[in-house]
């Protein structure tokens, strides 16, 4: 499956998964609002982030209530000021309440790791070096947290194990050594994009002899990185791993390698403050 086709697929069933965990059988709380009593709400970020998350909260009122109408201020990839609205819905107010969580977790959690990738991405501006994404995702949220890193300005590494190989040591021991991983890996497919993870500069070497497409450098120090670059010479993409952070990124990028790929844009986010600000329009006439 394409990425598009299943970013698609994950938009209308993770709509249908939020409203049936919170709203379940019926909100009961608003019961308490009388059912012609209609509604409109101005959604603000308390924080400066970048926005991700619309066509799920499209989604979202549109199973909930076809009534609610949404005028987005900000796309995807947008920076929000804070207290600036970026989103105003109006309809029946019962509908505006009962999607208010569904809808803010959701773009909290999104726009939490377009956000981090932004942040990233411009500590590497001018490196030339691509900022990468792993499968540390959270549970249910691989496609769309690969999509909040595109919003942010990264690039998705492989969206899960089809995609392309990623030989790791469980791997290499399992296949008997480095060489022999590769070689079953390019008979399995051909066409896939092949990386071998290493350790050491004989693993290294091993790589680059059997014809690995990508080397990615699990935890080598900053000289290391810099010798391994030396050595590759070109000969292969060389991507950096391990304790790779806001203070440690600028200079890893520096040490020559291709790309750097980091688990904490998606596992160690913190959600984005939004709100949700009822202006009530009065009953229907």
Partial sequence: MHFQDALAEEIRNSAARLLAEDVGPVDITAQL???????HARVISREPAILCGVAWVDELFRRLDPRVSLAWHAADGDRLTPDVPFLELTGPARSLLTGERAALNLLQTLSATATRTRHYVDLLEGTGVKLLDTRKTLPGMRVA???AVACGGGTNHRIGLYDAFLIKENHIWACGGIAGAVKEARGIAKDLTVEVEVETFDELNQALA???????LDNFSLDDMREAVRQVAGRATLEASGNVDETTLKAIADTGVDCISSGALTKDIKAIDLSMRMVEDGPAS
């Fill in 145 to 147: 947290q690969k999509y």
């Fill in 210 to 216: 059997a014809g690995a497409d990508v080397i990615m």
């Fill in 33 to 39: 609002i009388p059912e012609k009593h209609q509604g």
